[in-house]
């Protein structure tokens, strides 16, 4: 059975408001475009049916792309980044665990590692207070100078998912676990199927500006084609209502 114009008018509607979501998330991840470690997302769209007949869309799963970044060479000795799969876990305030690509970390005052945001990098192990200096090597075992000598610190392990596009975005370019992303598994880096730290280096974004502006205009074109379907419809709803005033 043929939809009636009101059901087109909705599926219009809410098309409209899908590709006014997926624009959003699309000028996202050109705003980040230069933010370490940002990794880009697709909406996904899935048809709602009302018995036989299509009745408009919604967001079913907002997919994180975990495609690995270009690497710049700081040579920093706190900024790491994260070659292969794995990322580094970290603490939040509310004592929860999060997610990061984002390897560009401090010490503070008290010689903890920390996020540009001041959450404490989970490691093993403990930074002196009277260091010096530190290194990090690939495998994540982190060295400290103290007066003169080079001492063992402590390490950073790697958490790693079934399924990271799964990972819920939380923010401030942070990820925590789902149901879609099964629990983290924790493995230090360069053993198996775990990456490993290339130390002195930051991870860029995984933003294509080329894709981001491509997928933008199909984006708007789709909304035109709503748009001039809502439209239409309503001038034809309008029409057999004067009608029938007649």
Known sequence: MS???????????????SRIED??????????INTNGYKTSRMNFQELLDGANRSGVKTSTTQLMTTQGQFETTDVATDLAINGDGFFAVTLTNGNLAYTRDGQFQLDENKKLVTANGNSVVMQGTIPTTATEIAID??????????????????????????????????????????????????APGTANFGVIAPGTLEGSNVNMADEMTHMIVIQRSFQMASKAFETTSEMINSAIHLRKV
């Open 23 to 32: 624009l959003g998330n699309s000028s996202n991840s050109i705003a980040n």
């Open 3 to 17: 939809p009636s114009l009101f059901q087109v008018l909705n599926i219009s509607s809410q098309d409209m408001n």
């Open 138 to 187: 690939k495998n994540g075992i982190i060295s400290a100078k103290v007066e003169d000598a080079w001492i063992s610190a402590g390490s950073i392990q790697l958490s790693r998912f079934m399924n990271p596009s799964g990972l819920s975005n939380i923010g401030s370019n942070l990820y925590a676990e789902s149901l879609n992303s099964g629990k983290a598994q924790i493995g």
